[in-house]
């Protein structure tokens, strides 16, 4: 059994805000309506009125029309990572262009398919368009074109950091450039706390050339089982060539439509409250017990903090300390694209409660400290060692 009593690992929304009842409502009044289509494959794009309710929240908060025939719903936005990455596949050993720390599930995925990655550094911004394009001008004098560039753009993944209009739109302009695809991973769209949002690649440039993917899992629940991709034809018919599953959970899809009748803000405005207050409580408890070491992103939106540590921190005995105190995080290892042993962690602060948060920070802290192998001031002053 495990003795984790705080789990800062996984990246999960806040359990007591699932909205049980309004579900079981939900599931039974489909049930008696949908009994027909529930005994029936759902068929490659999926049920039709959660693609309307996802077309609609994405065209609210892009201000762009969406058509639901355009989205793709998927098993979680981690189908949609893997298909469009095969529909772009080429052959193996074919570059793409990642961010330098993503997320560890798409990392695997792109590992098993052959792909070879190469890795962007990240600032406060997301992915550095500089390094965006002296990789493309190197890969383009090697005769190499990468099949696409990956980025979680908006509350990245483990950085929490929003990247700028003008860098989406800088990026957008090399891409097309070089006629690189691009796949926006924006799984935690809407998880929002503060502060303006930046459009997503496809609200700036209607190019088919651009997938968007997206997921329930964050703002209702990871259970389901339910994400999407958006694209447009030639696109849209080259990822669903790929597709040989006949569709995803069509009675999670008709519960969730109908939980999501009205749009997904009422639901938004309860949950993301619950989560700001923790990702709060979180950035104090960091101030208060690793002010002096450590330096951390305070994302506006998402689910995740990054942790600088000093370069003295013996990451393996930390890990150990950590896990024999009953605290559970991510090490830098887990999301760097080449699995280089960095000195950072990733805190998920979603689902644990306040009190869970305010009594696992002193204990991690003391873990950082006893892991220590010098007594020396921090040396850095940057969140990234490239910044
Ligand atoms: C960036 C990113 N993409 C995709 C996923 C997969 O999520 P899901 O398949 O549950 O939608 C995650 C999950 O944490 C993620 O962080």
Redesign the pocket.
């Known amino acids: 059994m495990s003795n984790i009593l705080y789990d800062f690992g996984s ?1 999960r929304s806040d359990p007591s805000t699932f909205p049980v009842a309004a579900l079981q409502q939900a599931a039974t009044k489909v049930l008696a309506e949908q009994a027909t289509e529930m005994t029936q494959y759902p068929g490659n794009l999926g049920h039709p009125g959660l693609r309307k309710v996802m077309a609609e929240r994405e065209a609210n908060r892009e201000g762009v029309q969406v058509d639901p025939d355009h989205l793709i719903l998927t ?5 949609g ?1 893997t298909l469009s990455a095969e529909a772009l596949q080429g052959d193996r050993g074919d570059p793409i262009l990642v961010e330098e720390y ?2 560890p ?2 990392l695997g995925a792109y590992r098993s398919l052959g792909f070879d990655m190469v890795g962007i550094p990240l600032d406060e911004g997301g992915m550095s368009p500089d390094h965006v394009e002296a990789e493309l001008a190197r890969l383009h004098k090697q005769g190499r074109k990468p099949r696409f560039i990956y980025t ?1 753009s908006t509350y990245q ?1 483990p950085t929490g950091f929003v990247m700028p209009l003008e860098r989406r739109k800088r990026i957008i302009d090399l891409a097309k450039h070089y006629e690189v695809p691009i796949i926006e ?1 924006n ?2 769209a809407d998880v929002h706390y503060e502060g303006p949002l930046a459009p997503s690649f496809y609200a700036i440039d209607d190019s088919p050339d651009i997938i968007y ?1 997206c ?4 703002i209702l629940a ?1 259970g389901l ?1 339910l ?1 999407y991709i958006y694209a447009k034809p030639p696109m849209l018919e080259k990822i669903l060539a790929r597709r040989h599953d006949a569709g995803s959970n069509y009675f999670a899809a008709a519960v969730t439509a109908e939980f999501y009748k009205d749009g997904i803000d009422e639901h938004a405005q309860f949950a993301n409250p619950v989560l700001k207050e923790k990702r709060d409580r979180t950035l104090q408890g960091l101030s208060e017990h690793l002010g002096d070491l450590c330096l951390w992103s305070e994302p506006v939106g998402g689910l995740f903090i990054w942790v600088r540590l000093p370069d003295d921190v013996d990451r393996k005995h930390l890990w150990n300390l950590s896990q024999q105190a009953g605290v559970a995080f991510l090490p830098g290892v887990s999301f760097h694209y080449q699995k280089r042993n960095v000195p950072y962690l990733r805190l998920a602060f979603g689902h644990l409660t306040l009190e869970q948060i305010s009594a696992g920070l002193p204990i991690l802290a003391d873990c950082v400290r006893r892991a220590r192998t010098s007594n020396e001031a921090r040396q850095f002053t940057s969140l990234f060692e490239n910044a």
């Open positions: 990246g098993n979680g936005s981690m189908q990572v993503s997320y599930g798409t979680i993944n991973d799984c935690y993917l997921s329930l899992s964050k990871p089982r994400g």
